[in-house]
């Protein structure tokens, strides 16, 4: 009796472990929720090519754009029509994360509408002018900007209470300028924002570190602060941070994937697997360190509970900020 009771047992624990491993993704898509050009389309070049040269998937990986919202199209298409598709890997940033805790995403969505499966890295805003631009720091713009602060057009990738509004009203805030005299225009994504910089239809672009490497190497906008804690390692190491210019104006931003909320443990599982196996991978991080991000070596469990964490912090600063009731 023991040794049939014994038998099962292993059978059932045998069993387990198959279907743990049972998942392979076959068809991997990682969906951009914005048109191509910025930050979620990075996001998702992270992975497909990161993946790829770290000898993690077999089948390459598809780049598909779902722009709306500033990413409410793609969270509601999945949660609408591919709730447990293990092949969707969507992208995301901090900004996602608040527009969710402000229920911007759906009245019936927030973040437990989504599995956080893997961080790619984190970023830092960046206060970003047009190469013919005036200014060649920070001071400079600020003093121009109180002087008439009607005067000149701020623009990034989200409206109101978005991440990139945050960010410019963190700037002016910091600047001594009320946030409410600003004039903001939103674009549906960081392509579009920077296009309109260099267009000169914006004077000022609150965006993102990573999202200008290739603009900032071809000589067409100028970087006058990162918004980090402390100056950058590498290529950026010789831009001064907004802080070390003498205004308080920090803004880090995280970039990683979720899947559809129904999307069973074992397809999560060899995500998350995937993800453990990247980051131990010089491959996949200097492709990380290629897009101008730092890796943030987190996936599975730990990371959406730490998403969740995030969302609900977030919800509190947009009350405390009016944002919402």
């Known amino acids: 009796m023991k040794l049939k009771l014994l038998t099962l047992a292993l059978t059932a624990g045998l069993v387990t472990a198959m279907n743990v491993a049972a998942f392979e993704s076959d068809k991997p898509t990682c969906i951009a929720p914005a048109k191509p050009g910025g930050g979620f389309d990075l996001t998702c070049r992270i992975i497909s090519n990161g993946f790829k040269d770290a000898g993690l998937i077999d089948v390459p990986m598809a780049v598909t754009f779902m722009p709306g919202g500033v990413g409410a199209v793609a969270y509601n298409h999945i949660n609408a029509s591919r709730r447990d598709d293990g092949n969707a890997l969507v992208a995301f940033s901090s900004g996602s994360l608040l527009n969710i805790a402000q229920g911007k995403f759906g009245k019936n969505l927030d973040e437990n509408s989504a ?49 990139d509004w945050m960010k410019a009203a963190i700037l002016m805030k910091s600047s001594g300028v009320d946030p409410k005299s600003m004039r903001y225009v939103a674009y549906e994504g960081g392509g579009e924002a920077t296009a309109a910089l260099m267009g000169g239809h914006i004077q000022i672009y609150p965006g993102d570190v990573g999202e200008m490497v290739g603009q900032l190497e071809a000589g067409k906008l100028k970087m006058l602060a990162v918004m980090a804690p402390e100056r950058l390692e590498g290529e950026f190491s010789h831009i001064p941070t907004a802080k070390e210019q003498g205004f308080d104006a920090e803004w880090t931003i995280l970039r990683g994937y979720y899947l559809g909320p129904d999307v069973s443990d074992e397809a999560f599982n060899y995500w998350s697997g995937q993800f453990e196996k990247a980051y131990a991978n010089d491959a996949f991080l200097q492709t990380v360190g290629e897009k101008g991000l730092i890796p943030f070596k987190m996936s599975g469990a730990k990371f959406d509970e730490y998403v969740k964490g995030r969302v609900g912090y977030m919800r509190e600063l947009a009350t405390e900020a009016g944002l919402i009731e």
């Open 115 to 163: 599995r956080w499966v893997g961080a790619a890295g984190v970023d830092y805003g960046a206060v970003i002018v047009s190469a013919d631009a005036p200014w060649n720091t920070l001071a400079e713009l600020v003093t121009a900007v109180k002087a008439d602060p009607t005067k000149y057009v701020l623009g990034a990738g989200g409206g109101v209470g978005s991440q």
